[in-house]
């Protein structure tokens, strides 16, 4: 294979980019804080602070918080952190998610604090370039569906190696290290017993980071066969052209991708004739994958997100799904009465479109006799139905303010906001 992602990634300039690319940066750095902000109240927060503060020694900042640690425990943290509330950006051909480890791998670098807003930006372009393709090129070879971690890690090590300053031969041995201890975790294991070892975003952070500081070490580890093997050539030519960055969608609910579907299709429906105890069942025909999301009654945060009857039935009752249905409201009795209606099946033509594609249809049969049928769903924020920026800010300090107040969360969101006419510290200090 020809050298051309190493060499790409080795002359990559991150002040060199077109405007565009700047805002979009922007875009998926405010949502994935965001998310950041609003999951330090869930329990899994709690957890891997203590972890890495006893395991992982340092004196990094952690992603909001006033501990410390190593790189490697901060960036192991704030992938946590952020997988922790499922409401971070991905995109549809990796089934995963690149920014949770990209971001977290980034600011855990000292390097970091001497970077120009605008250089942060570009590197974290870099790592979603990197991490999607690194993804899209696993699926397309392994046998078993990957957590993101597998995957997500080799953007880290992209990143870190080059703000190393890595030279060509330790660039390809930290992404081969990278590849080779990226979590190599089942997915749909984690969907079918939802718990919190999540999407493997916190290791594939970690392992990132772990990869660029062997390679400087001189420890060996390439090739990465991701980037080298001839059949996912075509994957890596159209480097510097094909832009993943500006592929990523973004969410509007912080449960599974796969529930949203269904989720819009019976908000639809939902129009205020009605009420809840009207319905007699919910009827959800959608993909195979999203169909695994099977718990009805969820015990925890990490089982409500990777569930489909319980948004479904979050939209129903409270007209959206957020943070307070996969939290405070797990026992609420009516949520939990409708969940128990929800039937879910698979569609033949739904299961041919996906990843690319994902849809679902509803159907509520009311106690009167009535049928209301929604038409097929897909997600909103794709790159064909997108999130408007409006939209993405009132999501930003709906999970934000919580926890960081109104002040703080406003300071970080104009840092955000101007971030390529100002040193990246001025946004540091916030976090």
């Not at 390097?111 to 991490?131: D, F, N, P, Q, R």
């Not at 093997?229 to 912080?254: M, N, S, T």
């Not at 698979?346 to 106690?367: G, S, V, Y």
């Not at 300071?411 to 200090?429: F, G, M, N, Q």
Request: charged share 20%; aromatic share 8%.
């Amino acid at each position: 294979m020809s050298p051309l992602p190493f060499d790409w990634i080795q002359d990559f300039n991150p002040e060199s980019l077109d405007d565009a690319h700047y805002r979009h940066a922007r875009r998926c750095l405010l949502d994935l804080l965001g998310v950041a902000a609003g999951a330090t109240r869930t329990p899994l927060a709690t957890i891997a602070e203590r972890f890495v503060t006893a395991q992982h020694g340092g004196d990094r900042p952690l992603l909001f918080s006033t501990a410390r640690a190593s790189s490697t425990g901060v960036a192991l943290h704030g992938g946590w952190l952020i997988d922790a509330l499922d409401a971070h950006d991905g995109q549809v051909l990796t089934k995963g998610h690149a920014g949770v480890a990209v971001l977290p791998g980034l600011l855990a670098l000292p390097e970091v604090e001497a970077l120009s807003g605008k250089a942060l930006l570009g590197w974290l372009t870099l790592g979603y370039e990197i991490a999607t393709r690194a993804g899209i090129a696993l699926h397309d070879t392994a046998c078993d569906y990957h957590t993101s971690g597998a995957w997500n890690a080799l953007g880290v090590a992209a990143i870190a190696s080059r703000l190393f300053g890595l030279d060509a031969s330790r660039l390809r041995e930290a992404l081969g290290i990278a590849e080779f201890y990226g979590p190599r975790s089942q997915m749909m294991r984690c969907i079918d017993h939802p718990t919190m070892v999540k999407d493997g975003s916190g290791w594939g952070a970690m392992t990132g980071v772990s990869a660029a500081l062997l390679a400087r070490e001189g420890f060996t580890g390439a090739p990465a066969v991701t980037l080298t093997d001839a059949a996912v050539e075509p994957i890596w030519v159209d480097l510097g052209q094909r832009w993943y960055l500006f592929e990523q969608y973004f969410k509007a609910y912080p449960v599974c991708r796969w529930a949203q579907p269904a989720v819009e299709a019976v908000l639809e429906l939902v129009d205020g004739s009605f009420a809840a105890q009207d319905i007699a069942r919910i009827e959800i025909d959608t993909f195979h994958e999203a169909k695994r999301l099977h718990t009805v009654h969820p015990a925890d945060t990490e089982q409500a997100q990777y569930s489909l009857p319980w948004p479904v039935a979050c939209a129903v009752y409270f007209g959206t799904v957020d943070v307070h249905g996969i939290t405070a409201a797990l026992t609420d009795p009516t949520v939990r009465d409708i969940a128990a209606r929800v039937e879910t099946r698979e569609d033949a033509t739904f299961n041919a479109r996906f990843p690319a594609e994902r849809w679902a249809r509803a159907r509520l049969q009311l106690n009167d006799g009535r049928v209301l049928e929604s038409t097929p769903r897909e997600a909103r924020g794709n790159p064909t139905n997108p999130l408007a920026d409006a939209e993405l800010e009132a999501k930003f300090h709906a999970l934000a303010e919580p926890a960081l107040g109104r002040e703080r969360a406003t300071a970080i969101r104009h840092a955000v906001e101007t971030l390529e006419t100002r040193p990246a510290s001025d946004l540091l200090a916030l976090l």
